[in-house]
């Protein structure tokens, strides 16, 4: 059976960065993945990076720029878009995004449904609209009902399908996914997945995302300390288990945060049976 997967990367600062990122994606291309996404700084503060790296990355496996809001005028997101429609593009991440330091105020476009909206009124289906999920709830959201009904907001606004926050607790996205379906919201979840390879990183990073790291794992972690191994091998067995569990339950497909780095999100693919080609 065939595992549908896509990949996330991000917009190096260097150009060894790039070049770098240029044979990571040829090695993943083996892979045949549904599309690879790159990611968009806050209040597009790598838009020249993201368009340089979806422009040279776009080909054989398509590619699918995220494109943030907050802060920014609907004209300069309509020339950014129509220039994606000019490259080729049929598929975005709306994101709301955040604000850069010391920038005051929220720009034409506040939040994610306002984008959704804008691309629905301004492009109509031209791109297939992915938007953000957070089965553990939004680290900002009011409560978690308030998170589900922002998010089946940005639904009805013309989202087809979502990426979820990484978790490491299956229940929190089969929970999330039947609050949807009882609410009538049936739009494909597709679960966020972050191999594990360094643990302070992913530590410090999931407290600030809202990520739960679940407390055995945290004393695994801790257990190893610096032995960069162990915690290899601990990743791979439990995020490779967790992704095994998803797709045998009905998870219509995977989205790997890769870092930019090949070999912990190549490893997790053979661990599912995805050989390269």
Known sequence: MRVPFSLEYFPPKTEEGVGRLHTTHLNFS???????????????????????????????????????????????????????????????????????????????????????????????????????????????????????????????AGAHSAITQYFYNADAYWNFCEQLQRHGCNVPIIPGIMPITNASNLLRFSDSCGAEIPRWLRRQLAAYADDQESIRRLGEEVVGRLCEQLLQQGAPALHFYTMNLFQPTASLLQHLGVQPQ
Request: overall charge neutral; glycine content about 8%.
């Open 30 to 156: 083996r892979f045949m993945p549904d599309y690879c996404s790159v990611t968009y700084g806050a209040g597009g503060t790598t838009r020249h990076r993201t368009l340089q790296v979806v422009t040279q990355l776009q080909g054989s496996v398509p590619v699918a720029p995220h494109l943030s809001c907050i802060g920014d005028t609907r004209e300069s997101l309509r020339r950014l878009l129509q220039h994606y429609q000019q490259l080729g593009i049929k598929r975005l991440i709306a994101l709301r995004g955040d604000l850069p330091s010391g920038q005051v105020g929220l720009g034409e476009l506040p939040y994610a449904v306002d984008l959704v909206k804008f691309i629905r009124s301004e492009f109509q289906e031209d791109f297939h609209i992915e938007v953000a999920a957070y089965p553990e709830v939004h680290p900002q959201a009011e409560n978690a009902f308030t998170d589900l009904q922002h998010f089946i907001l940005k639904v009805q």
